[in-house]
């Protein structure tokens, strides 16, 4: 079991339509990033946190400690949303990133 | 403030053959970060420098792959020979001090295709 799990692996939506992405963890972290990667390989970090939600734009990102689980929300999702989403661990006490698999996002017009 | 810097973009090599990526990191970043992520997959820690100094190389197939961080700036990271499962995107990025406490930025990647 890997120790940063994401789902859905693939997810495609109609736009408009409002978004989650989940994310849960086994180790302990100190921070935990969710990442944005477009086709061709560039990866943009999206929110870094450690407790409660951070909103930027259309995008809302959570975090429970307690239950080690974050959710990337997009509200009024677009075509230009569609990407691959990594949710990335911060392990407490390391310099060390756990990179989750990733999920696929298709905004379809 | 400027980004992350890789190049090249695309590169096809033949199996066999050697080749040579470059980071420039954002100035001031001491942590230098060199991920593989083969597709589908998430990225994968190649190697972590904190200024020049290697942090964690674990993960390094050393029998090909070589880097270095000269003067604690630019990296390079080498492949020799290469061999088809290589083929990749390699993502350099960058942080302030490297703690999980911090972000990072990552470059745009380089994607290689070993033939």
């Known amino acids: 079991k890997n120790e940063v799990e994401q789902s859905p692996q693939n997810l495609t939506a109609q736009e408009g339509e409002f978004i989650t992405i989940n994310c849960s963890y086994s180790?302990?972290?100190?921070?935990l990033h969710w990442l944005q990667q477009h086709p061709g390989g560039g990866i943009v970090s999206l929110f870094m946190?450690?407790?409660g939600k951070k909103k930027h734009g259309r995008l809302i990102a959570t975090i429970n400690i307690q239950e080690k689980h974050s959710s990337l929300h997009i509200t009024a999702s677009h075509p230009r949303d569609s990407a691959v989403y990594i949710c990335?661990?911060?392990?407490?006490?390391?310099?060390?990133?756990?990179f989750g698999t990733g999920t696929r996002l298709k905004v379809l017009a | 403030e400027a980004g992350v810097a890789q190049s090249p973009r695309y590169k096809i090599i033949e199996k066999r053959q050697s080749v040579a990526f470059w980071c420039n990191p954002i100035?001031?970043?001491?942590?230098l970060y060199w991920y593989q992520q083969i597709l589908g997959q998430g990225p994968k820690l190649l190697i972590q420098?904190?200024?020049?100094?290697?942090?964690?190389d674990s993960q390094l197939p050393k029998d090909r792959f070589s880097a270095e961080r000269l003067k604690g700036v630019d990296s390079t990271l080498k492949i020799q020979p290469a061999k088809l499962e290589d083929s990749a995107v390699y993502l350099c990025?960058?942080?302030?001090?490297?703690?999980?406490?911090?972000?990072?930025?990552f470059g745009s990647g380089t994607r290689l295709t070993v033939v």
């Open positions: 100035s001031g970043h001491a942590t």
């Open positions: 420098f904190q200024n020049n100094g290697v942090v964690d």
């Open positions: 990025a960058s942080s302030l001090t490297g703690t999980a406490n911090y972000g990072y930025t």
């Open positions: 946190l450690s407790s």
């Open positions: 180790v302990g972290i100190s921070a």
């Open positions: 990335a661990a911060g392990a407490s006490g390391t310099y060390k990133y756990i």
